[in-house]
């Protein structure tokens, strides 16, 4: 009974938390796509930037070959729809991650950027939200 209480306890932190970080833009956004060749993972945290506060977010590619591996040396092109990513043409490391920046182009801009990942025949993409605060 006691590790009952304790288990939904820390879901119920876990999910506080969660409500949290997504509200202050603390959240995270992946996808993912696929073919006979690799499989390609985006991910963005946080997935909502104040245009106001400054900050960026942390785009990561993940490549695994065919058989679930990491997969080196494979470039990836990227493109945003909003604001600036540190760089479009990035190459996998050892590890098969690849991490850039996307960073809002100026203080006015509101909107939804579509952060695109392509390599070869497969191409994944993530929302960012640029937000202002009312008030």
């Keep these: 009974m006691r590790?009952?209480?304790i288990g939904k306890l820390i879901l119920y932190v876990v999910i506080i938390l969660s409500m949290?970080?997504?509200g202050c833009?603390?959240?995270?956004?992946s996808s993912s796509g696929a073919n006979d060749d690799f499989t390609v993972n985006l991910t963005i945290v946080p997935d909502r930037l104040n245009v106001e506060a400054g900050g960026d977010a942390?785009?990561?590619v993940?490549?695994?070959d065919a058989d679930g591996q990491p997969a080196a040396d494979k470039a990836v092109?990227?493109?945003a729809t909003l604001g600036t990513l540190a760089a479009t043409t990035v190459t996998t490391g050892e590890d098969g991650t690849v991490t850039t920046t996307l960073t809002p182009s100026d203080s006015t801009t509101?909107?939804?950027s579509t952060v695109t990942a392509t390599l070869g025949t497969v191409s994944v993409?993530?929302?960012v939200e640029f937000y202002k605060t009312l008030g």
């Design 20 to 22: 949290f970080m997504a």
């Design 62 to 64: 993940f490549v695994y």
């Design 110 to 112: 509101l909107g939804t």
């Design 25 to 29: 833009g603390g959240g995270s956004s």
């Design 58 to 60: 942390v785009v990561r």
């Design 77 to 79: 092109t990227l493109s």
């Design 125 to 127: 993409w993530v929302d």
């Design 3 to 5: 590790q009952s209480a």
